[in-house]
């Protein structure tokens, strides 16, 4: 095998200016036994410990020995972005002098990432039909949208990726559906540009390479689909692996509603009669709006009723679109067609695994979904089958263990294949450098919006931190009222979630200590933001799924009639990962300080309190307000100036 692994790991270290980390050579040295021992491995890294280079300097090795390349596998964009941009190219140029030849690396993702060639040239109908001018009529006088077509044409003529993440600034969704299609509207081999397809050049350089990068999405339809997108492997990292059951569980998540058939309806109309089919749309959203909210134990006559004639008369449309010509036409409407006709037919097999269920959407009225209540079997057969999974995080071990994250992925139970789980710490300590403040003396959290001790409490803490505060709330309806009480209140800065994208909002945060930062689900994971502009974060609520989840209370009744613990299995497994992504926020740096304030008393007071303090980091912990009050003012006296952010 090329190279010894603790030289090639020293040449990493230093070829990326890091610094010798007992974890991460710890990490690294798990992810190569594995590998050698075929034995799938479920490794938490804390913040700090240089996770990537753990397992990317043993996958290059392996890799380079077996001819195969290593898959890597992210939830984020920005860490996709991270690895391929940043890590990969650095590592690459350190280690060449002591492997055979520089390791290469390819990112692959799905095909509405990237522009069609075939669509650029007109080969497509037009996406929207509310535009005024096909693709190859646009020109720099239609407005915003043709305009931005108009630069996405000239843009594809120099781009040699053709990917969308490459396109800076962006473009709108809308615009961008003008230029791409999805897996099913794709003409594949048929294609008369498929020689110039940016999709298909990226996969051909993905067989060639040593590190092929993708998403979690995109890798478990691959899995779950024999692996045709991928090339062949036998090690697969899941980065950010605690994100793995939501994604797989949200890619086999399907949606229909009546406005969706009608646009079938109308995509396929040239091409067959689909007067049938819209008037089955119609009847569909005259039964979802007139519908409550809420998951159906079974499917009610109306509604089966209207799912069959969508379903039936999908399927003579289907019919009817037969065709071997490669028509891109005729392509589109049977994709849209399909999707229509599946979801029907999903709906009313009511499979036991399944959980359907209404939302009332206030712009799209009734919309149906349904969702596999359980996707244990799904990964255990295929994302864990026939290969070696590395699975890391830094959050992966809830209540002490990594029992509650194995069984949601299949790794726990009769017929479960052989893994292990390694924490390998943190460099930072965390006893010293924060504290874990539970604000005992509020009460309980309600249902009417937070209690005005709880607004009190979260003035006197902001105040004493000087601003420097990242509030994650457990709902939309929450921060906001924080963020509207605290501009009264206070003379800082406060940016609320909504009020811009999230990176422009992080970015304000980063730069000026005297501004805080409130927010819901999408601040508790990905926020990086290391220094003085951050040394508070307030959790105002122990965030369980709602009580009227339809997934959460399916799972947890299926447990219970298993004979377990619905409850600690999902609602408090949900809760405390949460926790723990949340309270990572604060220490990002050894010489960060601070505090992660829990305005939920439950934290001390409920019988789930020592499995959600497991979970998190082991933080000094107290309930002397006084105390926290106190250090939260000697660390604004002592701070420095914030750091640039990236």
């Not at 931190?465 to 709330?473: E, I, M, S, V």
Request: charged share 25%.
């Amino acid at each position: 095998m090329p190279g010894d692994l603790d030289d090639l790991l020293d040449a990493a270290v230093a070829g990326v200016g890091g610094t010798d980390r007992p974890g991460q050579r710890q990490m690294a040295h798990a992810v190569e036994a594995a590998v050698e021992n075929d034995e799938h491995l479920l490794v938490q890294a804390g913040t700090g410990t240089g996770k990537s280079l753990a397992y990317l300097v043993p996958a290059i090795r392996h890799a380079l020995a077996a001819g195969k390349p290593a898959v890597v596998a992210t939830a984020t964009i920005a860490l996709q972005h991270q690895i391929v941009h940043r890590d990969l190219p650095r590592l690459a140029t350190a280690l060449k002098a002591d492997l055979p030849r520089e390791p290469t690396f390819e990112l692959v993702k799905g095909r509405r990432n990237y522009v069609c060639v075939h669509k650029l040239e007109g080969g497509y109908p037009d996406d929207d039909e509310s535009a005024l001018l096909e693709v190859g009529q646009v020109d720099a006088n239609v407005g915003r949208l043709g305009a931005e077509i108009k630069r996405l044409r000239e843009w594809a003529d120099e781009t040699e990726t053709g990917d969308r993440d490459d396109l800076v600034p962006g473009v709108s969704e809308r615009a961008w559906r003008q230029v791409s299609v999805s897996a099913d509207e794709c003409l594949g081999g048929k294609c008369p540009q498929f020689s110039e397809c940016f999709v298909e050049r990226s996969r051909a350089r993905a067989r060639d390479v040593d590190v092929v990068v993708t998403n979690h999405s995109f890798m478990a339809i691959d899995a779950a689909e024999g692996r045709q997108m991928l090339p062949e492997h036998d090690v697969l990292i899941v980065d950010e692996g605690h994100e793995l059951v939501d994604r797989v569980t949200s890619g086999n998540t399907r949606e229909i509603t009546g406005s969706m058939v009608i646009a079938a309806a109308k995509r396929s109309a040239k091409l067959a009669d689909t007067e049938a089919l819209s008037d089955a749309g119609d009847y569909l959203t005259q039964i979802l709006d007139a519908a409550p909210a809420g998951r159906l134990r079974g499917v009610p006559d109306q509604l089966a009723l209207a799912l069959e004639r969508v379903r039936d008369t999908s399927r003579a449309v289907l019919t009817a679109l037969r065709g071997d010509e490669p028509d891109p036409s005729r392509q589109v409407a049977r994709a849209a067609v399909e999707d229509v006709f599946d979801t029907c037919a999903r709906v009313l097999e009511d499979r036991p695994g399944d959980v359907p269920w209404i939302d009332q959407d206030q712009r799209r009225g009734g919309v149906l979904r349904v969702a596999p209540m359980d996707v244990a079997i799904t990964l255990r057969d295929t994302v864990f089958s026939d290969r070696t999974v590395i699975v890391t995080s830094a959050t992966l071990e809830l209540g002490g263990g990594f029992d509650p994250v194995a069984g949601r992925m299949g790794l726990l139970g009769d017929g479960a294949p052989r893994w292990s789980g390694l924490d390998v710490g943190s460099p930072f300590d965390y006893g010293k450098q924060g504290i874990a403040y539970v604000a005992s003396h509020l009460p309980p959290p309600g249902r009417d919006g937070l209690a005005p001790a709880t607004l009190d409490e979260i003035e006197a803490l902001v105040t004493a931190a000087g601003g420097r505060t990242l509030g994650l709330f457990s709902s939309m309806r929450a921060a906001k009222q924080a963020a509207e009480a605290m501009r009264e209140r206070l003379d800082y800065d406060v940016l609320c979630q909504g009020d811009d994208q999230i990176g422009t909002l992080v970015r304000q945060f980063a730069a000026s200590a005297e501004t805080c930062l409130f927010g819901t689900l999408t601040l508790w994971q990905g926020v990086d933001v290391p220094g003085p502009a951050c040394q508070l974060v307030i959790i105002d609520r122990i965030p369980f799924p709602r009580p009227d989840d339809p997934l959460a209370s399916a799972r947890s009744e299926d447990v219970a009639a298993h004979g377990g613990n619905g409850f600690m299995a999902v609602s408090a497994t949900h809760a405390a990962l949460r926790l723990a992504q949340g309270a990572g926020r604060l220490i990002r740096r050894s010489d960060d300080r601070g505090v992660v304030a829990f305005l939920d008393s439950r934290m001390m007071t409920a019988r789930y309190a020592g499995f959600l303090q497991r979970s998190l980091p082991p933080f000094f912990p107290t309930t002397d307000t006084a105390m926290v009050l106190a250090g939260l003012k000697r660390l604004d006296a002592l701070a420095g100036p914030v750091l640039p952010h990236d």
